[in-house]
Structure formats: C-alpha cells, structure tokens
C-alpha cells in the first residue's frame, strides 16, 4: 500500500478490530481475506501522485512524478517512493516529507480520489448475508485502513481489519510472511480450516500469504496494473466471480 495513517504508537505492531453485525453461522463458515488497496478501491495512486506533485512543488524540487512509475511501484512503502522520486534528498529531509504525506491524507482526499472497486459493495455484502466472514489484511495501519472503509463504504460488510504498518519501519519487509500469520491467526479463533479460506488480492504478497497457509487464492487483476503475475490458484479481473464460493 502507498498510504498509511499518521500513527506513531505501536509502530509495526498488527493491529485488529472487530465490526460484529450478527450474521448467521452457516453449517460451513468460510473466510474471505481480501487485500484492500488495489483490490476493494481504486484511484489510491491517482491521489498518492498528487501529493508527491505537491510536494516537489512546495521544496522546489525538480523530478517528474509520472502517474504509470507511480503504478508501476505500487506496493512499496512511501519512504522506498519518496527515496524513488526525491534521490538527492537526504535522509532526515525524506522523514520529513513522510510525516508531511501522512498529513494530506485526510477524509476530504480520500472522498476526492478514492472509490470502491467495481461490485466491493455486491460482492462483500453476498458474503456477508450468507453468514460468511470478511477480513481485510493491509500493510497499513489499522486505523488507516478503518477509515478509507468507512469512507468507501465498504466497513460495515468487514467482520476484522488487520493493519500491519509496514510504512512505519525500515528494512526488510516480508509482506507474504505477515499477512499470513494475520489470516491464520483469525481463522484459528474461528476454529476454520484452511481449505475454507479464500485469499484475494493483487499483488504477489497478497497470494503468497493465501499459499503458505494453504488457503485457495484469488489474483484481482487490476486494470490499471494487469501485467503482475503471480502463483495464484485463479485469476479474475470481475469481483463478482468469488461469489462462485459461496
């Protein structure tokens, strides 16, 4: 993801929180664990190169912040694109534009250039009535994650939200690993099988966690990135066709 919120406190840290609607058990519970940016919305890196735009003009900083370099990074951390389009900068100037960045992303932004992807609300609220569970795993903060859901409309149809910060650390960063211990963790509560669980997602760490776990997995391919490839089980360019495992 190329947003996070501006939360220092228990930095890296998985965060989790339950959104309890009532629905009824079936006699086979699955779970669907969908990635967020890039799979339940789209326009995320339309408004993440605006702010980048932004703030080249406000340091006087030449560089050119092309929206498709802009997609084509998508998924690394906003410290390896600012470090991508600002390479003169210094260390401690880039943490400053960091903390900057973190600033500009608040509800009027994300109302602005942010919408939910083709058939999210559909396809979720399916699942949702036929007593299934959706979780959402990012590499944003839980908060952050919370509030585009909110905005999209697309938090009341999510049973759990688990935010791995990734943009509040440094260094190596295994996506697939962390995602999959979240997922696995929930279904563990939820005493389901991993043959139960469906992955969704665009990227390769979004199916690479679905795999180490042995759950079935979905590759959402992106319009505005088809080209990613991936060792998903399936690939599918409509949300609408997981419904296909209800």
């Known amino acids: 993801s190329i947003f996070t919120a501006n939360e220092s406190d228990n930095s890296g840290s998985i965060y989790r929180e339950s959104c309890n609607t009532g629905s009824t058990v079936p006699s086979v519970m699955k779970i669907f664990a969908w990635d967020f940016h890039g799979t339940l919305e789209q326009g995320v890196e339309v408004g993440f190169a605006e702010i980048l735009r932004d703030l080249a003009r406000e340091i006087k900083y030449d560089t050119t912040i092309d929206l498709e370099e802009v997609r084509r990074l998508f998924g690394i951390s906003i410290l390896d694109y600012l470090k991508h389009f600002f390479p003169k900068l210094s260390n401690e100037k880039i943490l400053v534009l960091r903390e900057k960045t973190r600033t500009r992303q608040n509800r009027e932004h994300i109302k602005k250039y942010i919408k939910p992807a083709p058939y999210a609300h559909e396809v979720l609220a399916a699942i949702k009535e036929a007593g299934h569970k959706n979780i959402v795993v990012s590499t944003s903060s839980q908060r952050h994650i919370k509030r585009f859901l909110r905005v999209v409309g697309l938090l009341k149809y999510s049973d759990e939200i688990f935010g791995i910060d990734r943009h509040s650390l440094e260094g190596e960063f295994d996506i697939a690993s962390e995602k999959a211990k979240a997922i696995k ?62």
């Open 185 to 246: 963790s929930y279904a563990k509560k939820q005493g389901v099988d991993a043959k139960n669980i469906i992955v969704v997602g665009d990227r390769p760490g979004d199916v690479n966690a679905g795999l180490l776990i042995g759950a079935k997995t979905y590759q959402y391919v992106n319009p505005y990135n088809p080209n990613i490839k991936t060792a998903t089980h399936y690939k599918i360019s409509d949300l609408r066709k997981i419904l296909t495992e209800i």
